[in-house]
């Protein structure tokens, strides 16, 4: 079956960085478009980034632009998300997400907390 893990998260000051990491199998990785979604405190689970499966294509929300790269690496079925310079806004638990076969698949989440 489906399996995304995510790991990396941490806690960070302001202007900090983290590289989260999601290792997916169950599937043919490398023919997905990938995600990343996170959820703060109190809020909806909102899309970070996407990245195309031969990583090429790659879309951001406008308030990490610049600040955060997606990439992967289909040779080891794993997807990245450098996040640099890094918020209070920033702070929530982000998942690796895949639509595959019609279904939505997520992982079970790592933890940012960005606090002074």
């Known amino acids: 079956q489906v399996q995304l893990v995510e790991s990396g998260g941490g806690s960070v000051q302001p202007g900090g960085s983290l590289m989260l990491s999601c290792v997916g199998s169950?599937?043919?990785?490398?023919?997905?478009?990938l995600s990343w979604y996170r959820q703060a405190p109190g809020k909806d689970r909102e899309i970070v980034a996407t990245i195309g499966d031969n990583g090429i294509s790659r879309i951001y929300k406008d308030t990490v632009e610049g600040r955060f790269t997606i990439s992967r690496d289909n040779a080891k079925n794993t997807m990245y998300l450098q996040m640099n310079d890094l918020k209070f806004e920033d702070t929530g638990v982000y998942y690796c997400?895949?639509?595959?076969?019609?279904?939505?698949?997520y992982g079970q989440g790592t933890e940012v907390t960005v606090s002074s």
């Open positions: 169950g599937f043919s990785f490398r023919d997905y478009r």
């Open positions: 997400y895949v639509l595959y076969d019609y279904k939505n698949y």
